[in-house]
């Protein structure tokens, strides 16, 4: 199957800090890139989704600002926390679609974030 | 908006026992339904994805139902193993633009298998 890589794979960054996370697709090209978080105990909620070149769609909820997506190539998408504060202390998983069988998802191994 | 409920929300059972995990959602109009694994503090492992117009699938001892008329999805175990103890997501993909929208969760189903 598809590959997705994430990196970090965890982070620890003082309360107002920014934080970048990168999630790849690996051997195909991803048309379109979905960014969750999860919370300890509780199921992925979707935070947004990103394609290639255009500006991401947020879900109701979710800052925009505090939360920026860059998804400016087909393989690469990137999440920057800015201003991090300890509630944003999360699992962040991100998830790719693209190529022949465009109705899967792909997903990533997910990043560990602890803000102090 | 679609929602994805999963019961129960965990289950002990001992080794060897074959059970079954619920899934049900709202909206009917669904173009597949994945079910996955989750250990602590890992990713996803996906199991089964369903298509719409599929029954059923299996993989070894697993095997998943999909009645959408109904919005229902069972995934089912035999023989449970100690190995088999996680989390179990179902999540299920809309049919309205189904390239663009994202696979929407329940909250899991998390299975301990005792020796």
């Known amino acids: 199957g598809a590959v997705v890589s994430q990196h970090p794979s965890w982070v620890i960054c003082k309360s107002g800090t920014s934080v970048k996370i990168e999630c790849r697709s690996l051997?195909?090209?991803?048309?379109?890139m979905f960014w969750y978080r999860q919370f300890p105990k509780q199921s992925l909620m979707l935070m947004a989704t990103?394609?290639?070149?255009?500006?991401?769609?947020?879900e109701q909820g979710v800052e925009k600002d505090k939360f920026l997506i860059n998804h400016a190539s087909l393989t690469l998408s990137t999440l920057t926390v800015t201003s991090a504060h300890p509630e944003d202390s999360s699992f962040y998983i991100c998830?790719?679609?693209?190529?022949?069988?465009?109705?899967?998802?792909?997903f990533g191994p997910g990043t560990r974030l602890t803000v102090t | 908006k679609q929602e994805v409920t999963q019961i129960p929300a965990a289950l002990s059972v001992p080794e060897g026992e074959n059970l079954v995990l619920n899934c049900s959602f709202t909206?009917?109009?669904?173009?597949?339904l994945q079910w996955f694994r989750q250990d602590p503090g890992k990713g996803l492992t996906s199991l089964l994805l369903i298509q719409s117009s599929q029954r059923e699938q299996t993989s070894g001892r697993l095997n998943a139902s999909l009645d959408k008329s109904s919005g229902r999805s069972t995934l089912y175990i035999a023989a449970s193993q100690p190995g088999d103890s996680a989390t179990y997501l179902c999540?299920?993909?809309?049919?309205?633009?189904?390239?663009?929208?994202?696979?929407?969760f329940g909250k899991g189903t998390t299975l301990s298998v005792s020796s």
């Open positions: 998830s790719a679609r693209g190529g022949d069988r465009f109705y899967e998802q792909y």
């Open positions: 999540a299920v993909l809309s049919a309205a633009n189904q390239a663009g929208t994202a696979l929407i």
């Open positions: 051997d195909f090209q991803a048309t379109t």
């Open positions: 909206d009917s109009a669904i173009y597949n």
């Open positions: 990103s394609n290639e070149g255009s500006k991401a769609t947020y």
